[in-house]
C-alpha cells in the first residue's frame, strides 16, 4: 500500500542575498509500522526523527551559507551533533548529579533529593540559554527560531502566508521545542524519583539510561498540551522560557520562515497538514 511521505524544508539564505530552498519527502516509521505508534515509544521515535532531519538540515543549510569553497562534510556534522549530545546530557543531567551528591548525606528524603537536583538542572538550563543568547550569533538563530514559530501560529489560525500578516503573529509556540526540554526536566524529577539513591556511578548510568522514557513521556505531555485545552496553563512555564530562545525576527527572517512553511503546506493535502503536530 502506497504511503504518503512527511515533507520536511531547509531554507536558506544565500550569501549574495538569494533565497535557496531544498525540500524533501519521506515515509516516516510511524507511518509505516503502526506498533511505533504506541504512547511514549512514539515519542522516542518522533524524536529521533527530528535528530536526523536536523543532521541533514544542518549540513545543507551550513554547506550553503560557507559557500561552494568549504562545505561540511557528513562525518563533521556527525562530529558536531555527538559532541553537542554529549554536552547536554553532561551538562543538564550528569552535572547536576554530581553536584547534589556533595549534599546528599544532609537531604534525609528521596523526593527532596530529585527535587533539589531538579531545581538544579532547571537552573543550569536557564542559565545556559541566557548565557549563549548574548552571542550575536545565537542572538540571531533565535531571531529564526521566532520567526519559525511566527509563520506556524499564522498558519495554525489560518491567515495569510505573507510577511506583513505572518509578523502580526506570537513569537511563541506551545509545541516548541524549549517547552520540550523544560517538561523533560520536570518529568525527570519524578521518574528519578523511583531510581533510589545508588552510589555516583550507577545514579549518573541510570539517569542517563532513562532518558529516552522521559523524553517519550514529555513527548506525550507537549502533544496533550497542543490538543486539550485544560492542559494550556501548564504548558506557560515552557512559553516563559522561549523568552530566551526566541527573539523578534525582522522581515527577511520572516520571509525566510514563510518559505520554509510554503514549501511543506504546498505538498501535503490541507486536512492532513493542519491537524498534525509540527514541531519546531
Known amino acids: 500500500m502506497m504511503r504518503s511521505p512527511r515533507w520536511t524544508s531547509v531554507v536558506v539564505r544565500t550569501p549574495d542575498g538569494a533565497i535557496a530552498a531544498f525540500t524533501e519527502g519521506r515515509v516516516s516509521p510511524l507511518v509505516r509500522y503502526r506498533w511505533l505508534r504506541l504512547p511514549v515509544l512514539r515519542g522516542v521515535i518522533a524524536l529521533y526523527e527530528a535528530l536526523a532531519i536536523g543532521v541533514r538540515a544542518l549540513l545543507r543549510s551550513a554547506g550553503v ?19 553537542g549530545l554529549v554536552l547536554a546530557v553532561g551538562l543538564f543531567f550528569v552535572l547536576p548529579a554530581v553536584l547534589i551528591r556533595l549534599v546528599d548525606r544532609y537531604i534525609g528524603d528521596i523526593y527532596t533529593l530529585n527535587l533539589a537536583e531538579g531545581a538544579l ?42 510577511v506583513g500578516p505572518v509578523r502580526t503573529f506570537s513569537r511563541y509556540h506551545l509545541r516548541c521545542g524549549t517547552s520540550f526540554v523544560l517538561v523533560v526536566m520536570i518529568v525527570a524529577i519524578i521518574v528519578f524519583s523511583f531510581l533510589g539513591r545508588p552510589p555516583l556511578p550507577l545514579r549518573i548510568v541510570s539517569r542517563v539510561a532513562v532518558i529516552p522514557f522521559v523524553a517519550g513521556i514529555s513527548y506525550e505531555i507537549i502533544r496533550a498540551g497542543g490538543r486539550h485545552r485544560w492542559l494550556r496553563p501548564l504548558m506557560l512555564p515552557g512559553l516563559w522560557l522561549q523568552r530566551l530562545t526566541t527573539r523578534e525576527p525582522d522581515d527577511r527572517q ?27
Do not use: C
Open 65 to 83: 551559507a560557507a559557500g561552494a569553497n568549504q562545505p561540511l562534510t557528513p562525518r563533521q556534522v556527525g562530529v558536531m551533533v555527538a559532541g
Open 121 to 162: 538542572r532547571v537552573a543550569v538550563l536557564v542559565s545556559y540559554l541566557a548565557v549563549i543568547g548574548r552571542v550575536p550569533d545565537m542572538a540571531r538563530v533565535f531571531a529564526y527560531h521566532g520567526a519559525e514559530h511566527k509563520a506556524v501560529n499564522a498558519y495554525e489560525a489560518g491567515a495569510s502566508l505573507g
Open 254 to 280: 520572516v520571509e525566510v520562515a514563510v518559505r520554509a512553511l510554503r514549501e511543506v503546506v504546498e505538498r501535503e493535502p490541507v486536512e492532513s497538514s493542519r491537524s498534525q503536530a509540527i514541531a519546531l
